[in-house]
Nanobody, 128 residues
Framework: VQLVESGGGLVQPGGSLRLSCTAS????????MGWYRQAPGKACELVALISYDGTPYYKDSVVKGRFTISQDSAKNNANNTVYMQMNNLAPDDTAVYYCAAPPPPSRSCTGAREFGYWGQGTQVTVSS
């Protein structure tokens, strides 16, 4: 099983980034896949997930209407790829963003990290 993230980087406040994650070695069917993040000295937190049928779930306190999660347009997301468009980024969004597929029905960070599938992470830095 492998989750490969891309798209992180350095961006100024108010800027945008698009994260991508391609999964291999497991079936997306019946699961959710998406993004968690962890900033230095802070707890891991859920950002957004999307189910295999395209239903999104957002942690509103984190996303605040700024992020959009989507999946590959191929039929049934055959490419096992999800994206997250992040707009109006703020310094508080600085963190390592991890692609993950938590074990259903859990969405907790601990559950995803220990019992689901977890990527290597991509750094997002928001700074002027």
């Amino acid at each position: 099983v492998q989750l490969v993230e891309s798209g992180g980087g350095l961006v100024q406040p108010g800027g945008s980034l698009r994260l991508s994650c391609t999964a291999s070695g497991f079936s997306f069917d019946g699961r959710e896949m998406g993004w968690y993040r962890q900033a230095p000295g802070k707890a891991c937190e859920l950002v957004a997930l999307i189910s295999y049928d395209g239903t999104p779930y957002y942690k509103d306190s984190v996303v605040k209407g700024r992020f959009t999660i989507s999946q590959d347009s191929a039929k049934n997301n055959a490419n096992n790829t999800v994206y997250m468009q992040m707009n109006n980024l703020a310094p508080d969004d600085t963190a390592v963003y991890y692609c993950a597929a938590p074990p259903p029905p859990s969405r907790s960070c601990t559950g995803a990290r220990e019992f689901g599938y977890w990527g290597q992470g991509t750094q997002v830095t928001v700074s002027s």
